[in-house]
């Protein structure tokens, strides 16, 4: 008998990929994100709705999905093969978000619970009592009563007694669902499948989509059984051999094919089709549910699939893992460039004077006789904002366009959105302000020293502090601010003082163009993307690899 393998060393090391795998993470546009994106979503599926569950429970019922495209006739198809209306058949049915669960009633505690599935809701249909006042169950005439509204991420459990013990059947939602949910829960709930049956008819067995949930079956080297349904009497046999030529031609000879004739019930809406219709499928699956070397068998060719593809698909997602991240180095080195470029060219423009210029330069030059020493100080400090907030406009400009010209730079969580007051013109004047007020307070202190050294009356601390200003911001223009400046309060003093003063612009400086340099990273590291998740999965890998 072929059993699985559920040795605690192989779940704890499932779970340690498992958790890797969820911590993956391609925010960034770049080609393969979405492919990554969809890989990690399938990986994800399989080890929380499938192998995990699986290998926890081996002995846990067997779960057959029903999947297939739209008016495949699969709700026709589960109904019929339970023996009574279990899932609404018709293309517009109420219930296509709501997928729907059937197993024997000793197996029901399998599937309330969250063992498979367990981000949906288990919801329950209540039935009308009979005359014994049990519920009709295995009554193929009782009508479904209608589920009330259960949310989208629902599974509806339903019990049948005829149902052999040990097997469960699942109807999902069309793989070609025009409603993108549908196919995404489609494809989730196929690879929570033991076994995939997958459905298609007479007229749509070469369609792209059966075929490509065909694909990846035989990828997944998944146990997989095909009914091609619907089809006319009169090409039975034609239609069977040519579908069963296209399977053979692409590797999947082996796979059981069953074939359901068209019958008035398949297009009637809750119909049931005669139980010889779906014998042959119904005893294959009972077979694989029952049977011990069957069951193990189809188990463990499933399980072992899913296995083995982590070895080309962890790889892959790894490598688009690295790629992110090489990625947001490449963008996060191109802004620091530009930070620190512009960074440069402050402080050779402070060194120059440039601040000392326009409406600053006017005042200083009618400076003290038509111009007060706060006037003068009032326009040097909006010179300096002006500089710092031209800087970093000019360095958010030049990184969005070094930006664009990288892969993955144009992402909209990458933009810089400015909301309220929290603005970099807001920013800026409020570091300039507070800059301005230290340096007025260092004024005073060097004023109330030489006073006390002096024993003279100490000269006015507005006018110390307009000529500090003038003479750290104007440059060589200044250079009578700084003379000015020791006549006042003396050659030592005013040099402590310019010292002091100069310390103060540079850490300001810094300050405000780090800060912003930040702000426009901070985006990038909300990403969330590091070297570390390329080497976790890999190493996950190698231990899930050593523990099979």
């Not at 709705?49 to 495209?69: C, H, N, Q, T």
């Not at 010889?276 to 077979?287: E, N």
């Amino acid at each position: 008998m072929v059993t699985l393998d559920v040795r605690p060393q192989l779940l704890d090391a499932l779970t340690v990929l498992r958790d890797r795998v969820a911590a993956a993470r391609f925010p960034l546009p770049l080609p393969g994100a979405p492919r990554a994106r969809a890989n990690r979503g399938e990986l994800l599926a399989q080890l929380d709705d499938y192998l995990v569950p699986r290998l926890r429970a081996p002995e846990a019922p067997m779960l057959a999905v029903i999947g297939g495209s739209t008016g495949a006739g699969k709700s026709t198809l589960v109904n019929s093969l339970v023996g009574r209306v279990v899932s609404e058949a018709g293309v517009l049915r109420p219930t296509t978000r709501t997928p729907v669960l059937v197993c024997h009633p000793d197996d029901h505690h399998w599937f309330s619970g969250m063992r498979v599935l367990p981000d949906l809701t288990r919801v329950w249909v209540p039935r009308q009592a009979d005359g014994d006042g049990e519920a009709a169950e295995d009554s193929a005439d009782d009508a479904l009563v209608p589920l009330m509204e259960a949310g989208e991420n629902a599974l509806r459990v339903e019990t049948a007694g005829n149902l052999p013990r040990g097997l469960a059947l699942l109807d999902a939602p069309d793989v070609d669902s025009l409603i993108a949910e549908n196919r995404v829960l489609a494809a989730r709930l196929i690879s929570a499948a033991d076994v995939w049956v997958m459905v298609t008819t007479a007229s749509r067995y070469a369609d792209a989509v059966p075929w490509r949930m065909l694909r990846t079956a035989k990828e997944y080297n998944a146990s997989l059984v095909t009914v091609l349904d619907r089809v006319p009497h009169q090409v039975l046999t034609e239609v069977s051999q040519q579908y069963g030529a296209l399977l053979t031609k692409a590797g999947l000879g082996e796979v059981p094919l069953y074939t359901v004739p068209e019958l008035p019930e398949s297009t009637r809406d809750g119909g049931l089709l005669p139980a010889t219709a779906v014998a042959p499928l119904r005893a294959w699956l009972a077979h694989r549910a029952q049977d011990p070397g069957a069951r193990g068998a189809a188990l463990a060719r499933t399980a072992r699939g899913v296995l083995e593809s982590l070895r080309g698909r962890m790889p892959e997602l790894a490598s688009a893992v690295a790629l992110q991240y090489a990625a947001t180095v490449r963008l996060t080195t191109a802004a620091e460039e530009v930070y620190d470029d512009e960074h440069a060219r402050v402080k050779e423009r402070l060194q120059n004077g440039a601040v000392l210029a326009g409406d600053a330069l006017k005042r200083w030059r009618s400076y003290p006789l038509d111009c007060s020493a706060v006037e003068l100080l009032d326009a040097l400090v909006e010179s300096l904002g002006s500089l710092l907030l031209c800087a970093v406009g000019a360095a958010d400009a030049r990184v969005d366009a070094a930006w664009r010209r990288e892969p993955g730079g144009d992402a909209p969580e990458l933009a810089r959105h400015e909301r309220g007051l929290e603005t970099a013109e807001h920013r800026v004047g409020l570091a300039v302000r507070r800059w301005r007020r230290v340096l007025e307070e260092y004024a005073e202190e060097q004023v109330r020293a030489f006073g006390e050294l002096s024993g003279t009356t100490p000269p006015d601390p507005e006018a110390v502090a307009a000529l500090l200003a003038t003479a750290l911001l104007g440059g060589r223009r200044a250079k009578a601010a700084g003379e000015h400046l020791a006549e006042r309060i003396g050659a030592q003093g005013a040099l402590r003082l310019r010292d002091r003063g100069g310390r103060l612009l540079t850490e300001y400086v810094d300050s405000v163009l780090g800060t912003e340099r930040e702000r426009r990273l901070a985006p990038m590291d909300a990403l969330g993307v590091g070297p570390e998740p390329q080497a976790e999965l890999i190493a996950a890998l190698s231990l899930l690899q050593k523990e099979r």
